[in-house]
T-cell receptor, first 115, second 114 residues
Framework: DTGVSQDPRHKITKRGQNVTFRCDPI?????LYWYRQTLGQGPEFLTY????????KSRLLSDRFSAERPKGSFSTLEIQRTEQGDSAMYLC?????????????FGEGSRLTVL | ELKVEQNPLFLSMQEGKNYTIYCNYS?????LYWYRQDPGKSLESLFV???NGAVKQEGRLMASLDTKARLSTLHITAAVHDLSATYFC??????????????WGLGTSLAVNP
């Protein structure tokens, strides 16, 4: 296993278009997180899954954002009607359940540019 | 609301010198993490600190945690250019149940110059 993988790595889109990002976590990790990071900032929490259940979603997250993890393995993050303010790096991370130190393992990220 | 503050946000240092990065947080938490991020890359876990007085070392980096003071430090010894990166601390916000969020500092951008 090579870690958390994300696809695509880069996406350029026009304002108003929809985009979807995919995340494949480390196989034995049942917890999956999405974060957003802009330049000069730390990661901002978006949402969190335990297996297929979406257990938490940031209050700051617009209704244009939706995430799924249908079979408890890979996850998708969709942004509808993109806006220029959505331009950011979208990071996916996974971790084991309660056992262990709880550190997150991050993917390489998907960079979104909205023109 | 948990706030995590790092100091300094930018650090330029010479090779061979020592320096410390500070991470303060505003409420009780039982876990603190240090991550490294290279430009355009993702975040790499450096240290996990789980208890008061915890100290961990890896190469030229040493991290410590004082939960009473709500302070963690990342000490750099005899810096080398390869340590140039952005360093983030992150603290778990203790919510009810098992749904916890990781609250991040803004990061310390470190440049080690020859």
């Amino acid at each position: 296993d090579t870690g958390v993988s994300q696809d695509p790595r880069h996406k350029i889109t026009k304002r108003g278009q929809n985009v979807t990002f995919r995340c494949d976590p480390i196989s034995e990790h049942n917890r999956l997180y999405w974060y957003r990071q802009t330049l000069g900032q730390g990661p901002e929490f978006l949402t969190y899954f335990q297996n297929e259940a979406q257990l938490e979603k940031s209050r700051l997250l617009s209704d244009r954002f939706s995430a799924e993890r249908p079979k408890g393995s890979f996850s998708t993050l969709e942004i509808q009607r993109t806006e220029q303010g959505d331009s950011a790096m979208y990071l996916c991370a996974s971790r084991r359940s309660r056992l262990g130190p709880g550190e997150l393992f991050f993917g390489e990220g998907s960079r979104l540019t909205v023109l | 609301e948990l706030k995590v503050e790092q100091n300094p946000l930018f650090l330029s240092m010479q090779e061979g010198k020592n320096y410390t990065i500070y991470c303060n947080y505003s409420t009780t938490s039982d876990r603190l993490y240090w991550y490294r991020q290279d430009p355009g890359k993702s975040l790499e876990s450096l240290f996990v600190l789980l208890s008061n007085g915890a100290v961990k070392q890896e190469g030229r980096l040493m991290a410590s945690l004082d939960t009473k003071a709500r302070l963690s430090t990342l000490h750099i010894t005899a810096a080398v250019h390869d340590l140039s990166a952005t360093y983030f601390c992150a603290v778990f916000l203790p919510n009810a149940g098992n749904n916890r969020k990781l609250i991040w500092g803004l990061g310390t951008s470190l440049a080690v110059n020859p």
